[in-house]
C-alpha cells in the first residue's frame, strides 16, 4: 500500500514526470486499502458495506478515474455504447416516473382516475361515442353546455401542448423512448393519454375509450397551430394507430356569423364569404376580377348591407350556436385525418413534411416557406 501511495503522491506533486500505474498496481492498491487498519474508519451505512473515508476515498477515486479515462479514450466505440446505454435508461427511469405520478385509469370504463376537467359521456360502449379536444376552458364551457352528454365527451387542454416530434429514424427502442420520454414531460399531453384510456409506453388500441377524436379549435391561426401539435402528437408511436385506423377527425367551426333580415347564416373562411356575399347579391355570374378597384368597391359596398359577425374563438359562441354548427351530426362537416398511403410507415411524403414543419432544423423550414410564400390565398396575421 505504501508504495502505491508514494506512486501517487509522486504523480501528483510531479507534473513534469507522468508515471503510469500498471493493473497490478491498481489491484494492489485496491487489496491494501480493503486489508488497511484504519484508526477511524467512516462507512456509509449501519451495514458497513462501503468505506467513505476522505483520505482513502480521494486515493481511490483518482486513480480509478484516471485510468477509467484512459482506457476509454483508447476505446471511443465502447465508450460511446457505455453512454448511450446510460442515456436510455435514464430515459427509461424518466418515462416510469411520470408513468408512476400519472393517475391513470385501470379499466376500459372507470370513473376512478380520469382528468378532472373531462366532461365524461355517459354510455359504457365506445361505439358512436365522441371525444372533443378544444383550446382553453371558455370553448370548453360551451362545448360542455352544449354537447349531447349521453355520446359526446369534452376534454378542455390549456394553450399549446408541446412539440412532441423528434428528430432521427423512424424505428428503432432509442427513437421511441426518446418520444415517449419527451411526450411524458408534458402534463396536458398525459392528460389526454389518461382520457384516451389506451396507455402510453403499454399501449392498447382495444382499451380505447372513444369512437371518435375530434380535434376542435379556433378558426384562426392560434388554432391551427394547436391543431398542428395536436396532429404531430397523434404522428408519434404509438399513437399512429388512431390515425391508421381512422379515429383522428377534424371539426370545422365557421369563422362568420351573417346576418340579413333577421336570417342568420355560418359561414367558414374568407373564400366561403365571398361566394355567399356575390350569391346573395345577384351578381355570382359576373365575373369582377379580384383584387381591382371595382372588386373592392364592390365587396365594401356588400358588407355594409350585411351583418358580420367574425368569431375570434369557439368560446364566443353560445351553447345553441356551439351545437347547430359544429357539434350536431346532421348539420356539422368534419375531416377524417389519414395518411396519404394508409399507414405512417409507407406515407414517406407526409413524414417528411411533418419534419420540415415541425424539426428542429430551421433551414428547411425557412426554404419551405420562401418556396410556397407566393401561393398563401389567405394569411390571418
Not at 93 to 122: H, I, M, Y
Not at 187 to 215: C, P, Q
Not at 230 to 242: A, H, I, R, S
Amino acid at each position: 500500500m505504501t508504495r502505491v501511495v508514494n506512486k501517487y503522491s509522486q504523480e501528483r506533486n510531479n507534473k513534469k514526470n507522468k508515471i503510469t500505474l500498471s493493473g497490478e498496481d491498481i489491484k494492489e492498491g485496491l487489496t491494501a486499502v480493503l486489508s488497511i487498519k484504519m484508526p477511524d474508519p467512516k462507512f456509509s451505512s449501519q451495514t458497513k458495506d462501503k468505506l467513505v473515508s476522505s483520505e482513502i476515498r480521494l486515493i481511490v477515486e483518482s486513480i480509478i478515474s484516471d485510468k477509467v479515462s484512459t482506457w476509454f479514450d483508447q476505446n471511443p466505440s465502447i465508450a460511446k455504447t457505455v453512454l448511450e446505454k446510460i442515456t436510455q435508461a435514464a430515459m427509461a427511469r424518466d418515462v416510469a416516473r411520470k408513468a408512476r405520478d400519472s393517475v391513470r385509469r385501470k379499466g376500459a370504463f372507470e370513473l376512478s382516475g380520469l382528468p378532472g376537467k373531462l366532461a365524461d359521456c355517459q354510455i359504457q360502449k365506445k361505439e358512436g361515442t365522441e371525444l372533443f379536444i378544444v383550446e382553453g376552458d371558455s370553448a370548453g364551457g360551451s362545448a360542455k353546455q352544449g354537447r349531447v352528454r349521453e355520446y359526446q365527451a369534452v376534454l378542455p387542454l390549456r394553450g399549446k401542448i408541446l412539440n412532441t416530434f423528434v428528430n432521427g429514424k423512424s424505428n428503432g427502442d432509442d427513437h421511441a423512448t426518446k418520444a415517449l420520454s419527451k411526450m411524458m414531460s408534458s402534463n396536458e399531453i398525459v392528460t389526454l393519454i389518461n382520457a384516451l384510456g389506451t396507455g402510453s409506453k403499454d399501449f392498447n388500441l382495444e382499451n380505447l375509450r372513444y369512437d371518435k377524436i375530434v380535434i376542435m379549435t379556433d378558426a384562426d391561426v392560434d388554432g391551427s397551430h394547436i391543431r398542428t401539435l395536436l396532429l404531430t402528437f397523434f404522428n408519434n408511436y404509438p399513437f399512429n394507430q388512431l390515425i391508421e385506423n381512422g379515429h383522428i377527425y377534424l371539426a370545422q367551426p365557421p369563422l362568420f356569423k351573417v346576418t340579413k333580415s333577421n336570417k342568420s347564416v355560418y359561414i367558414k373562411d374568407e373564400k366561403s364569404l365571398e361566394e355567399y356575399i356575390f350569391k346573395v347579391s345577384g351578381k355570382a355570374d359576373k365575373k369582377i376580377k379580384k383584387g381591382s378597384l371595382e372588386y373592392n368597391k364592390f365587396m365594401q359596398e356588400q358588407r355594409e348591407k350585411l351583418s358580420i359577425q367574425r368569431f375570434k374563438g369557439l368560446g364566443e359562441m353560445n351553447p345553441e350556436e356551439l351545437w347547430q354548427t359544429t357539434l350536431n351530426p346532421e348539420n356539422r362537416t368534419m375531416l377524417r385525418v389519414q395518411y396519404t398511403k394508409g399507414t405512417k410507415e409507407k406515407s414517406k411524403e407526409d413524414q417528411k413534411m411533418i419534419e420540415i414543419l415541425m424539426g428542429d432544423e430551421v433551414a428547411p423550414r425557412k426554404d419551405f416557406i420562401t418556396s410556397n410564400a407566393l401561393e398563401v390565398i389567405n394569411l390571418d396575421i
